[in-house]
């Protein structure tokens, strides 16, 4: 999907699948194996995509010491055979890699949950019990007028968020508002809202705050003078722009806010009231390494999202108990899978197999590691965006050296039985 | 066959599921058959005879001794008889029960209760989050039936709760009430922050003013007759009013519209 | 491989062979996954000892993939819960009824005797998504159609007065950049109108922003896949969906084709009228009249089937309205991409509800007076209407009068006084029910190769045994062969194997592609060579199966 | 049959089905509780001209009301199911839910549900909270006193209506005192009302009138006027008659309370001027009730003279 240019290996247009904002301008620099990003990129792109030339062969390891990778594949699969409760876990793996680590739990048993899905199940708080009126990218870039933020500036989680959100000339928006609710925008944020109109309400209970407005929004009167440490009439002015708004749109990230899932359900719930006179939607943040995609998959493959168990052929769906933190007080064997950044392991005392970006550090040796490609970088791949609707094709920048996750899971699970 | 008693062989190495495992399923089994019941393991399934030592029991009820606390579901769906836990269990406890009892010596863990809807859980020791509560992705907590936890309660006690009855003899967690669409809860002991966030209604009786999210008003301290009648009709409410015949109540989450209250006696 | 099936009786309508009329039965021979002249070469055999012999079956409409399927999985839990997977070697994975797993969509299909199945509405933005999803359904091929209508681009265009060819380039664009099979139009122009705070749409009212009327983009359209020459006319959900005194707007739009090919989808909920005290009767007999008249138009009829259900729709401006029946009273609701929409709601149809009984007898009147079953479809506009798996029940009551009759007099009273259906009398035959489910869903898709049996047809084939009860019938296909491979068994599923997925690639000025890009870049924020699905993203690697587009007539 | 020389008739009182509920009320003292029992069973002596029967049955002593407070049993019957839950939620929302202190509660469990704050709350006006113990709902509704509590419905019976005797005496003053005791001895039956002001009726009546449109008119069999100008069923030496009439909730409620009244009025006897019991009857054919007078004092302590 990428164009690659002449010398000196100038590739335009490059997909980023990191964040789940789905940045598909980046142009990266490659010298042999070496990758740097150049230009406009966010901090998080320019280290993830950051491949030394000098970077040290990465090889299979077991226990710490090098070994083949049939060494690797076979051990993997002896100690997957013996679990008994295995966690398949990290899942940041494009989709092709996903279906393969899906199949593998499938014949083995297991949990599957990805490291970032507690942002995921907070919004599933309100969309799977009241559904949401929602929202993806090009309709807010191009119909927003009043963006409410609520919780931390974005910007620091994604990088050109608002650089993608509200570009400078819509096609249809006649203004631009922006409403900070929590967190102040920092100088980043301010940039890239340009002639934006920002407005900061500074909640210290961004519950009460956001609950305040949805009253305001249902034609209610606050009780008192200030609601959630902001002003009854700047919480009024709030609810007036939004509801005056010919297209508003409620934005948060539901990882960030320990009271995720209450704001997912109130932004739900004001967006509701909104759109019975004027048009609005929410438009969650989340999606770091295809957590998306991967919670697609499950769904169209087993009919169950994230923190699902596969049991003797049978699937089954428990948001509590197979999450990764919980999971991992259970499981035996924890399949550690992370190919797109060195996100280490978390803390476990059972057996670890490890596909994993090469320059995972791990605080215990894992008695697997097997490194693999990142997609995007590596190997072609598909990524979701953060809103699941558009989906993303990844190139490779560089001659692979490594096998994909999908590659190295099927070494692993070798001819099914 | 007659009811059934289970004893775990060991301490579980994984969680294990006894969903459907309840009385009325295994009166059409043969203890052998009830041995070779699939009951969910780990990544696998394998025969309830190879978790348990099986014996039959008396007519119509389940008898667990020691449990274990990865022991999930335990009387979940049950709809008659009695499931007696001598010890602990897991999770899901008395899921979407809708009639019978389940007794349970020890402590339970999280959803303990969860969407339950008729019957009876009598549970000795401390419930874990959730207790009463809407599983992710429910709409609607515990609808009907008594939930009595003698000891205390974990977070988000009764969340969505929409019926029934929930008294707890020790302390609850942060977040009690938390969108509760109706039904009642007593707390005996001290009650964590954010309690009733977004509680469009029910009662929550306390003995001491909680710590209360912004959308609560104080009403003022009241005689209510309600006291009285519920004191008296409610025998597991008795002990908890007695003869108190005021109370002072807090309503909220006005912020959401909500009407629920909590009434201090 | 070859396979040979020996003394089965051949129900062939595209080739005009009965041997369920006749008695007469034949071999049937499948070699390298393509139906084949009879040899005596060695081959796996299987007596069929005057089982029916039927052409895999085709379904046109049954929304089995994208976004919004996965929207009602994430939002109906309960149906996944209640449909656990069923035990087998194969891997069957996931379940649900209403919105069921890629795996159990295929498994359930191929049971009942389909081997073809066309997504009818994806969204361009979720194309990918819709690819990588039917690449997982098993022993189905698949297609889909590409919604436009209500996309910015065309009505920017359109606006601003662009020519005719400049439209057939965009839609050739499209077609080929989201690897499509046809254009689908949904509530033309009302989902974008939507999108402007417009809350109803009807035939001849201008969009908010841009002033194009719905006829407009649907005239627009119909010239542009005509003159793209794409087989499937276009496929259209019309205006006012469910809305009493649709029936106005749907022969309007029957007239609005002007004698071009339109195939009118799900059509019974374009059929109400506004008579009676409850402001909602049928019309299904005007219309069916209209349709007769009209050889242009083919429907499908989205017949309603009674218990729960799960209504997804790209048609939001309508879902949004329907939200208030949700039952759970849940829904999910989306802008997307400058595109389309969708909206997803749970809804339970009810035998004792006044609606939803005249709903079904209005569905059932359609399928009984349209009169050529070469351009009439069977459909529940899975799972709109219903769940695919109730078509065995839909067949026997299209089949057996005294059946329909009975069930009709379970319904709610005040409805069976608003339908003729007890009055009609007349009963599906098994060529005709041949004709609905293969031989003219496969001319009307233009695919030549499908849908009968003859020597260089796809090898899907599935053998039934008769039976009067129809609904056990075609519950249970005794044998369904998917290319040559035998992947059901006296009706359990005994191998999956991989579908392809069927493209249609029309030529088109490849001058708009620089004003494709401009658009990505500024409006979209996505650039169009990463919107585009190269060929190999398709169904796993292997890519899709393409169909040329030469023209067609009319 | 003769008692303590009164002449108990060889008749019967011929009853009606009714369909009644019970309603307890309680408040704050016994005299509001009272007050609004009787006041709620105001104006409802004959279903001919009221719509329903209702009275007081007894005061309820706290220890044994739902809340604890002092109360009352009313019942109320009507001629039909449909009338029954028509009348009750008006009398409730007229004179209880008005009334300072009171709180209203179902005083019959089974049979077909009669509407109590199913229908009042909405004088809530959205602010009404309720609360459902296992299948039993309650309602409060917030009023300027405080809060009004009251049972979401009560349960029903298919009672009877129109037991009666009447008491044949020398005088009025005897009559009168006569039919007195039966009330007070009445009262303490349960099940049972007697719906007319102090329990006892002067004017009674039968079937159909001279006049066009009047469904009843004054007994004249029983006037002591007429005695001698009529066809009468009075002996010249009854100078005054008064009837008691009787709604209870089975045909045995009201037998007993017969039996009381009559036994209190006996123990008056031909003393204290009573002359004989008499029971008014429409031939028999129109009630499916039958009193017969002699068979419910069978074997009473009191018959001196059976006959």
Not at chain 1, 57 to 64: F, L, M, N, T, V
Not at chain 1, 330 to 336: P, Q
Not at chain 4, 166 to 188: C, D, K, P, T
């Amino acid at each position: 999907m990428t164009e690659i240019e002449s010398a000196p290996h100038i590739v335009r247009d490059v997909v980023c699948g990191f964040c789940g904002l789905g940045c598909d301008d980046l142009t990266i620099e490659t010298d042999g194996s070496a990758v740097r990003a150049r230009d406009t990129v966010c901090p998080e792109a320019a280290r993830l995509f950051l491949r030394r030339a000098d970077a040290r062969e990465p090889q299979c390891s077991q226990y710490g010491e090098v070994t083949s990778e049939a060494d690797a594949v076979a051990a993997a699969r002896a100690i997957l055979a013996a679990a008994r409760a295995p966690l398949f876990a990290g899942l940041g793996v494009d989709i092709d890699g996903g279906r393969a680590v899906l199949e593998l739990a499938a014949r083995f048993g297991g949990v599957l949950d990805h490291a970032a899905s507690e942002g995921l199940f907070r919004n599933y708080a309100a969309v799977q019990r009241t559904g949401w009126l929602a929202t993806t990218l090009a309709e807010v870039r191009n119909r927003c007028d009043v963006l409410l933020v609520v919780g931390e500036d974005p910007t620091a989680s994604f990088g050109r968020l608002f650089e993608r959100l509200l570009p400078a000339s819509p096609l249809f928006a006649g203004s631009r508002k922006v409403i900070f609710l929590g967190e102040a925008p920092g100088e980043k944020a301010r940039a890239q809202l340009g002639g934006a109109e920002t407005v900061h309400l500074p909640a210290d209970d961004l519950v009460a705050a956001l609950e305040a407005i949805v009253g305001l929004a249902r034609g209610r009167t606050l009780p008192g003078g200030t609601v959630g440490g902001v002003a009854a009439a700047d919480l009024a002015a709030a609810a007036a722009a939004l509801t005056g708004a010919a297209y508003a749109v409620v934005t948060w990230n539901g990882a960030t806010l320990a009271d995720g899932a209450l704001i997912a359900e109130r932004a739900t719930a004001l967006v509701d009231a909104l759109n019975l006179t004027t048009r609005a939607g929410v438009f969650p943040l989340g999606g770091r390494d295809n957590i998306i995609g991967v919670n697609q998959l499950l769904l169209w493959r087993l009919g169950y999202p994230l923190r699902t168990a596969i049991r003797g052929q049978v699937s089954e769906h428990d948001p509590a108990l197979f999450s990764t933190e919980a999971a991992l007080k259970d499981a035996d064997v924890l399949v550690w899978v992370s190919a797109f950044r060195p996100e280490p392991p978390p803390d476990f005392a059972g057996k670890v197999i490890a596909f994993a970006h090469p320059e995972t550090r791990f605080a215990r040796p894992p008695e697997v590691f097997i490194p693999v490609g990142t997609p995007g970088i590596d190997h072609a791949g598909t990524v979701y965006r953060m809103d699941s609707i558009v989906s993303l094709p990844l190139g490779a920048l560089r001659v692979a050296t490594l096998p994909s996750v999908a590659e190295a899971v099927r070494l692993v699970a070798g001819d099914a039985p | 066959m007659a009811g059934l008693h289970l004893k775990p062989r060991a301490p579980l190495a994984a969680r294990a599921d006894l969903s459907g495992v309840t009385p009325a399923a295994l009166a059409t089994l043969s203890l052998r058959e009830a041995e070779q019941l699939a009951v969910p393991y780990g990544g696998g399934r394998v025969a309830l005879a190879e978790l348990f030592f099986v014996e039959g029991g008396p007519d119509g009820v389940l008898l667990i001794e020691i449990g274990d606390e990865r022991l999930d579901h335990v009387g979940a769906g049950l709809a008659s008889g009695e499931i007696i836990v001598d010890g602990v269990v897991g999770a899901w406890a008395g899921l979407g029960m809708s009639g019978g009892v389940l007794r349970i010596s020890g402590a339970a863990g999280a959803y303990l209760g969860a969407e339950m809807s008729g019957g009876r859980i009598e549970l000795n020791g401390a419930a874990g989050d959730h207790a009463g509560a809407a599983s992710s992705g429910s709409r609607r907590g515990m609808s009907g039936g008594v939930l009595a936890i003698h000891g205390s309660a974990g977070a988000l006690l009764g969340e969505r709760q929409r019926g029934g009855l929930i008294v707890v003899a020790g302390d609850a967690g942060e977040g009690l009430a938390t969108d509760m669409i109706a039904g009642t809860v007593a707390v005996g002991g001290s009650i964590g922050p954010r309690l009733g966030r977004g509680m469009k209604r029910g009662t929550v009786f306390t003995h001491a003013v909680p710590e209360l999210p912004a959308g609560f008003a104080d009403t003022g301290s009241h005689d209510l007759v309600a006291l009285r009648l519920m004191s008296r009709r409610v025998p597991e409410l008795g002990a908890f009013i007695g003869a108190a015949t005021h109370a002072r109540r807090l309503v909220g989450d006005t912020l959401m519209g909500g009407q629920g209250e909590v009434l201090v006696v | 491989m070859r396979v040979r099936l020996t003394g089965g009786r051949v129900l062939d309508p595209t080739t005009g062979e009965n041997g369920v009329a006749t008695g007469a039965t034949r071999t049937v021979e499948i070699h390298d996954g393509r139906l084949v002249t009879p040899t005596d070469l060695p081959a796996e055999e299987y007596d069929l000892g005057g089982d029916i012999v039927l052409a895999g079956g085709i379904d046109l409409h049954s929304h089995i993939a994208g976004g919004k399927m996965n929207l009602a999985r994430l939002l109906m839990q309960e149906d996944r819960r209640a449909y656990p997977e069923l035990p087998g070697a194969f891997c069957g994975c996931g379940g649900g009824r209403a919105s069921p797993s890629a795996h159990a969509t295929g498994c359930r299909y191929s049971e009942l005797g389909y081997t073809t199945v066309f997504e009818p509405a994806m969204v361009g933005a979720n194309a990918r998504g819709a690819h990588l999803e039917m690449a997982d359904i098993p022993n189905l091929d698949t297609g889909a159609y590409l919604v436009l209508g209500n996309d910015d681009y065309l009505l920017r265009l359109m606006a601003a007065g662009a020519q005719q060819e400049q439209i057939n380039a965009y839609v050739g664009w499209m077609i080929e950049a989201t690897q499509a099979f046809a254009i689908k139009i949904v509530n033309p122009g009302g989902i974008n109108a939507f999108k402007f705070n417009a809350r109803r749409m009807n035939l001849d009212e201008g969009n908010p922003h841009y002033g194009v009327t719905p006829r407009t983009v649907l005239q627009t359209l119909i010239r542009a896949v005509t003159e793209l020459g794409l087989p499937h006319p276009i496929h259209l959900h019309g205006c006012n969906l469910g809305i009493p005194g649709n029936d106005e707007t749907t022969l309007a739009t029957i007239l609005a084709a002007e004698g071009r090919r339109l195939h009118l989808t799900h059509l019974q909920f374009h059929s109400y009228g506004t008579e009676g005290d409850r402001r909602f009767s049928s019309s299904a007999a005007r219309i069916a009249e209209m349709v007769n008249a009209h050889p242009n138009i083919s429907v499908d009829v989205g017949q309603v089937m009674f218990g729960q259900t799960i209504t997804a729709s790209a048609d939001y401006m309508s879902q949004y309205r329907n939200r208030a029946f949700a039952s759970p009273k849940k829904s999910i609701g989306m802008d997307i991409e400058l595109d389309a929409a969708c909206g997803v709601v749970p809804f339970e149809y009810r035998d004792r509800n006044f609606v939803n009984a005249l709903q079904w007898a209005i569905g059932l009147e359609l399928f009984l007076l349209v009169e050529d079953p070469w351009r009439i479809f069977l459909t529940t506009d899975h799972p709109n209407g219903g769940p695919f798996t109730t078509y065995p029940h839909l067949m026997r009551l299209l089949m057996d009068r005294d059946f329909r009759n009975a069930q009709l007099a379970t319904l709610h009273k005040a409805a069976r006084s608003h339908t003729i259906l007890e009055s009609i009398t007349r009963e599906y035959t098994l060529e005709e029910m041949a004709i609905l489910t293969r031989a003219a869903p496969a001319r009307i898709l233009g695919l030549t190769d499908k849908g009968h049996l003859a020597p260089g047809g796809v090898g899907d084939v599935v053998v039934h045994t008769e039976d009067s009860d129809r609904e056990k019938m075609f519950s249970r296909a005794r044998y369904v062969f998917k290319n040559g491979r035998l992947v059901v068994k006296d009706g359990e599923i005994v191998e999956t194997v991989a579908g392809t997925t069927h493209v249609a690639r029309p030529e088109f000025d490849r001058g708009i592609e620089k004003d494709m890009e401009r658009w990505f870049d500024e409006a979209v924020g996505l650039k169009a060579k990463h919107f585009r699905i190269a060929d190999g993203e398709l169904r796993g690697g292997a890519g899709p199966t393409i169909l040329t587009c030469e023209g067609t007539s009319l | 049959m003769i008692i303590n020389g009164v002449d108990i008739r060889d008749s019967f009182a011929e009853a009606f089905p009714m369909v009644g509920t019970r309603l307890i009320i309680t408040a704050d003292t016994p005299e509001w509780a009272l007050i609004a029992g009787r006041t709620t069973t105001g104006f409802a002596t004959s279903v001919i001209g009221c719509g329903c029967e209702a009275a007081v049955e007894r005061v309820v002593p706290a220890e044994e009301t739902p809340d604890g407070r002092p109360g009352v049993s009313i019942l109320i019957f009507a001629m039909d199911f449909g009338s029954l839950k028509k009348v009750v939620p008006l009398r409730l929302g007229q004179c209880v839910l008005t009334c300072p202190t009171t709180a209203c509660f179902a005083g019959i469990e089974t049979g077909k549900r009669v509407p109590l704050a199913k229908t009042i709350r909405y004088f809530g006006d959205g602010h009404q909270i309720s609360k459902k113990i296992d299948s039993k709902r309650f309602w409060r509704v917030p009023v300027m006193e405080g809060e009004f509590v009251c049972d979401e419905d009560t349960g029903s019976v298919e009672g009877v209506g129109g037991g009666n005797f009447l008491i044949l005496a020398r005088s009025r003053g005897e009559a009168l005192a006569a039919a007195e005791a039966a009330v007070a001895a009445m009262s303490q039956v349960e099940g049972n009302i007697l719906p007319f002001p102090g329990g006892v009726v002067r004017s009674g009546s039968k079937v159909g009138s001279k006049y066009k449109g009047l469904f009843a008119s004054t007994n004249h069999h029983y006037c002591p006027t007429l005695y001698g100008t009529v066809d009468s069923a009075l002996t010249p030496e009854v100078g005054s008659v008064m009837e008691i009439v009787i709604d209870g909730v089975s045909f045995d409620a009201v037998a007993a309370c017969t039996r009381a009244g009559i036994e209190a009025v006996c123990r008056i006897g031909a003393a204290g001027g009573v002359i004989a019991i008499d029971a008014g009857n429409y031939g028999g054919n129109l009630g499916p009730f039958h009193f017969k007078l002699r068979e419910i004092m069978a074997g009473s302590p009191l018959v001196t003279e059976a006959l």
